[in-house]
């Protein structure tokens, strides 16, 4: 990966890396040398294999995992102690805790509130004359969703979600600037946790509360899982919806899904498949040597599951880059085995209701710049748009307005 991140075309880059090898190493910006798996085929090894460590700290010696630095995209390995960077028992343990209120079922709940929250965003956008669909849809309705589901008061929600973005996206982590964010972050975030505890409600976190006084949960892992479930519940779906709603104005046949539930929630499969929310898997680190296929990863190796390239392999889906509501085989954007993601009924349900709300209101929804204009911030876990402005009607009639 060369050039400006802003600009990299993911898709291109792991197509001709999975034609080359769909295991290999690579250097990432940085000079930081790991091993890349984009086939299928391997990538469904790779992720449930318990030798490839989500938590670097069980390394014979943890300096292998960055070499003993850090690196843009690492803070999901890094800081404290959840769901991304926790393994076997740890792993499972925060994981029960979490289960009953990340459910299918317990998804289902959040359905009318987030009818009512694309309702309100719609009518502001109609109203703009040049409406962005970051800033003024996706991202709003996956923090004010996020936020109802983890019982975040209103007024802190500003003030979390730039914090979050800033940090989650810091080039250089070890940035004095960047390392202040982090301290201010992380103390907004005991102080949200203290008001809970004073006033607690309906919602995951005063279960997380509970969960902590009960002795489930370590302070660092209160703090943390929190912090992880709300960085994980608005990056992801907002890139998601926002790269979902490009893809079905690229291709307005798909719009016609839209309008029965049963085929929105089979095209939002695809469109998962197709655009990826999280290029690459988080970090692993191999525990041992380990075999995919003919190709031996070296103990201590840093390895990347390439989501974006794995859901386009035409090993595993003939015609990779059409959406076809008929396939059987699944996708890897949420991952496989014990770390399947625990917010996807939840992510489903917003792109879902988000973008069938989205283009019933504005049928001819249109980029308002060209593709090629549209840049992304992050380097390699952070992919999201920057902006993404489009005309609400017809683009002869919006430019004379």
């Known amino acids: 990966m060369t050039g400006d991140p802003a600009a ?6 792991f197509r001709e890396l999975r034609e080359q090898a769909p295991v290999q190493q690579v250097v990432l910006p940085g000079e930081l040398v790991a091993w890349l798996i984009t086939g299928a085929a391997q990538a469904r ?3 449930p294999d318990v030798r490839l460590a989500h938590d670097m700290r069980r390394l014979p010696d943890p300096r292998q995992g960055f070499g003993g630095r850090r690196y ?3 803070i999901f390995s890094a800081e404290g102690r959840h769901l991304l960077n926790s393994d076997g028992t740890d792993h499972h343990r925060l994981r029960k805790v979490l289960a009953p209120l990340l459910s299918r079922q317990a998804a289902k709940r959040w359905k009318p509130f987030i009818a009512q929250i694309c309702a ?3 009518n502001d956008m109609a109203q703009a004359a040049r409406p962005d669909l970051v800033a003024d849809y996706a991202r709003p309705l996956a923090v004010r969703v996020t936020a109802a589901v983890l019982g975040i008061p209103a007024g802190a929600q500003k003030q979390l979600t730039r914090l979050t973005l800033e940090t989650i996206r810091a080039v250089d982590p070890d940035h004095p ?5 982090r301290t201010e972050l992380f103390g907004l975030w005991a102080r949200i946790i203290g008001h809970k505890r004073r006033q607690p409600a309906d919602d995951l976190l005063t279960h997380l509360t509970h969960a902590h006084s009960q002795g489930h949960l370590t302070a660092e892992e209160l703090v943390t899982v929190a912090w992880g479930l709300f960085s994980g519940g608005i990056s992801p779906t907002t890139t998601l919806i926002a790269s979902a709603a490009i ?3 690229r291709s307005p046949d798909l719009r016609h899904a839209l309008r029965d539930e049963g085929t929105a929630a089979r095209l939002t499969e695809e469109l998962l498949r197709i655009t990826s ?3 690459v898997s988080v970090w692993r680190f191999a525990l041992d040597d380990v075999t995919l296929d003919t190709t031996v990863i070296p103990q201590g190796a840093v390895v990347l599951v390439a989501l974006a390239a ?6 595993a889906f003939p015609e990779p880059d059409t959406a076809r509501l008929n396939r059987h085989d699944g996708h890897l954007s949420f991952g496989l085995g014990p770390h399947y993601c625990p917010g996807a009924p939840l992510a489903r349900l917003q792109a879902t209701d988000a973008l069938t709300a989205l283009f019933h209101r504005f049928p001819d929804l249109r980029l308002a710049t060209a593709e090629t204009e549209l840049r992304r911030q992050g380097v390699l876990v952070e992919r999201g748009f920057e902006r993404v402005p489009v005309y609400t009607v017809g683009i002869a009639t919006q430019a004379v307005t």
């Open 120 to 122: 309100e965003l719609l």
């Open 72 to 74: 843009p995209d690492d």
């Open 277 to 279: 929310p999280f290029p």
């Open 45 to 47: 090894q790779a992720l």
């Open 247 to 249: 893809e079905i104005m």
């Open 8 to 13: 990299w075309d993911a898709s291109t880059a």
């Open 177 to 181: 600037a960047v390392r202040r964010q």
């Open 310 to 315: 794995a859901n386009r392999d035409p090993a």
